[in-house]
């Protein structure tokens, strides 16, 4: 099979080889710092692929780089904060589903980057937050957003690593909810009518490229220590946050 095959006629190779390596890169930033790499990865196809497939495509492609590192973290998984998670994804999706509108960009950009700042280094949310009935709601709302602006992954990691200080733990729990709500998109967006089918085998290879960089990057995250995987974790949210802050500014025309 050639490089050509993984895409619908008329993308270049060279495009196919360079996406391919990418998503080695960013599976193992995600497995070894905690977040980041399905947010950058997105950043990169849409420089290049349809505007309509960017967000149906990377969330199968991450539905099977999440789904390959949480089978290979499986024995951390925080499966009570998943039992909650799972009914919040569900409604979140269900929700989406039918109203599937545009959001304005700056909105959700700006309002995702402070609350991730405030998780990281503002004041530690109330317990009552990390109960049940908040992760429920956090659950909803990011399956919600996620529809529409595909990146919520380091929204959801922040608020999970609220709960957590493991890093593994983190890691294991945050892959887990991610593969669940890049579940619920694909069945939304299949009934939504997105023709997958010409996208199947780029999203086979990219998945498969993505489980080599998790692989990669969990023998990295065993060399780090839980302090050090914090203090990496909240700088790199950090810059993707100011990232959104940025991308607002420039949506709501304030950069000029």
């Not at 999203?203 to 990057?217: P, S, Y």
């Amino acid at each position: 099979m050639y490089l050509s095959d993984v895409l619908p006629t008329g993308v270049d190779p060279v495009l196919v080889a360079f996406l391919l390596a990418a998503s080695v890169v960013t599976s193992m930033i995600t497995a070894s710092l905690g977040a980041g790499g399905g947010a950058l990865l997105l950043v990169l196809m849409a420089f290049w692929l349809p505007p309509a497939a960017i967000i149906p495509v990377h969330g199968l492609i991450q539905l099977g780089s999440n789904g390959g590192r949480a089978v290979l973290t499986r024995k951390y998984i925080d499966w009570q904060v998943l039992r909650v998670f799972l009914p919040g994804v569900i409604i979140g999706a269900l929700i989406g589903g039918l109203v599937l509108v545009n959001l304005p960009p700056a909105i959700w950009q700006l309002t995702i980057a402070l609350f991730i700042l405030y998780l990281c280094w503002g004041p530690s949310l109330p317990k009552a937050v990390l109960r049940p009935v908040g992760i429920f709601l956090a659950a909803l709302a990011t399956t919600f957003l996620t529809l529409f602006v595909g990146a919520t992954g380091p929204l959801v990691a922040a608020f999970i690593k609220q709960i957590h200080e493991d890093r593994f733990r983190t890691v294991s729990t945050f892959a887990t909810a991610m593969t669940l709500q890049h579940g619920a998109k694909a069945v939304v967006f299949g009934f939504a009518g997105f023709a997958l089918g010409q996208w199947l085998p780029f999203i086979a290879a990219m998945v498969v490229c993505g489980f080599v960089g998790t692989w990669l990057g969990l023998h990295v995250l065993k060399r780090i220590s839980n302090r050090h995987f914090q203090v990496i974790f909240n700088v790199l949210l950090t810059v993707l946050a100011l990232r959104l802050i940025w991308q607002a500014a420039g949506e709501s025309g304030l950069l000029g």
